[in-house]
């Protein structure tokens, strides 16, 4: 079972715009919904996380919007940068297991 | 800044054998966990572990696998007789619901298996 869809697959956008990745889910009793960097070689990184109960949630360049009522959260990143290239899995976290998404392949062009 | 540490980075192994992976978690985390990602796929969960116990498991987490903290500082994942599909990159991490919330987890950079 899919518990989180992810898209796109692989994205490439210029210096300075921006990223938009998109994460849909299933199981309702999801209470934590992170997104994690992972450069190549490289375990994933905490990059952002958002709970249930708040629509956004910005950290520097990075927002997470929520639509709890649609289950599905979005990846924005501004001005994006060369060193931002990574995959991001987005992910629905209950009971103590996390629910990865498939990833995407982010390439920023300089 | 604490690091969680896998060994070793690569391992290949014939189909049949047994191997076992070794994670260091951060020193003072006591919610520990293996992950797998096959290659160009996403992350999948294995297990989690606490308490010197596991705590919850993934379908894939079969009688072929098992997980073991053998002192203060290590814990191993073991694989009785690795299949061709066991080919993947497999990651440790470990969290402190005490400082962290439960769900920071922080990964290791990953061990290659390679199943011939």
């Known amino acids: 079972q899919q518990q989180v869809k992810q898209s796109p697959q692989s994205l490439i956008v210029q210096k300075g715009g921006i990223s938009i990745i998109n994460c849909a889910y299933e199981?309702?009793?999801?209470?934590?919904f992170p997104w994690y960097q992972q450069f190549p070689g490289k375990g994933p990184a905490l990059l952002i996380a958002?709970?249930?109960?708040?629509s956004e949630k910005k950290e520097g360049r990075f927002t997470i919007s929520f639509n709890k009522s649609a289950k599905q959260f979005s990846l924005h990143i501004m001005d994006s940068q060369p060193g931002d290239s990574a995959t991001y899995f987005c992910a629905g976290y209950n009971f103590n297991k996390f629910y990865f998404g498939s990833g995407t392949k982010l390439n920023v062009k300089p | 800044e604490p690091e969680v540490t896998q060994t070793p980075s690569h391992q290949v192994t014939q189909m049949g054998q047994e191997v076992i992976l070794r994670c260091v978690p951060i020193?003072?985390?006591?919610?520990f966990y293996w992950y797998r990602q096959i290659l160009g796929q996403k992350v999948e969960f294995l297990v989690s572990f606490y308490n010197n116990e596991i705590s919850e498991k993934s379908e894939i987490f079969d009688d072929q696998f098992s997980v073991e903290r053998p002192d203060g500082s290590n814990f191993t994942l073991k694989i009785r007789s690795t299949k061709l599909e066991d080919s993947a990159m497999y990651f440790c991490a470990s969290s402190d619901p005490l400082t962290y919330l439960i769900y920071e987890q922080f990964f290791g950079p990953g061990t290659r298996l390679t199943v011939l």
């Open positions: 199981n309702t009793a999801f209470d934590y």
């Open positions: 958002i709970r249930p109960d708040v």
């Open positions: 020193s003072n985390h006591l919610y």
